[in-house]
């Protein structure tokens, strides 16, 4: 069973960053492709970023893009976002996922293994 397991959030000020990591257990995910997802109060889980099973492809939201940066570590089974010129609106909690699909995708449903999610809060 694969286990994904965020930190690294926290509550920083509008124009500071974060990084967040996520860290997978139970299996290999280098077949895999990862994702962040996002879910601010009340609202829809949305889409924030992905990158490919090697890490030669990248997607964003519109959103995030150009503030945000995804990368990951095969061997070591981790993933990080970096989160650059926060805004109050990038307020939410902040999801890890592994899609059995190679490629990256915005589609919730191509996820398979979630994490617990770890909360960031940007104040204005």
């Known amino acids: 069973q694969v286990r994904l397991v965020e930190s690294g959030g926290g509550l920083v000020q509008a124009g500071n960053a974060l990084r967040l990591t996520c860290a997978a257990s139970?299996?290999?995910?280098?077949?895999?492709?990862m994702g962040w997802f996002r879910q601010a109060p009340g609202k829809e889980r949305e889409f924030v970023a992905a990158?490919?099973?090697?890490?030669?492809?990248?997607i964003y939201s519109d959103s995030v893009q150009g503030r945000f940066g995804i990368s990951r570590d095969r061997a070591n089974n981790t993933l990080w976002l970096q989160m650059n010129s926060l805004k109050p609106e990038d307020t939410a909690v902040y999801y890890c996922?592994?899609?059995?699909?190679?490629?990256?995708?915005?589609?919730?449903?191509?996820?398979?293994?979630w994490g617990k999610g770890t909360q960031v809060t940007v104040s204005s």
């Open positions: 996922a592994a899609s059995g699909v190679m490629v990256a995708s915005r589609d919730i449903g191509d996820y398979d293994y």
């Open positions: 139970g299996r290999t995910l280098s077949d895999y492709a």
């Open positions: 990158i490919t099973h090697n890490g030669g492809s990248r």
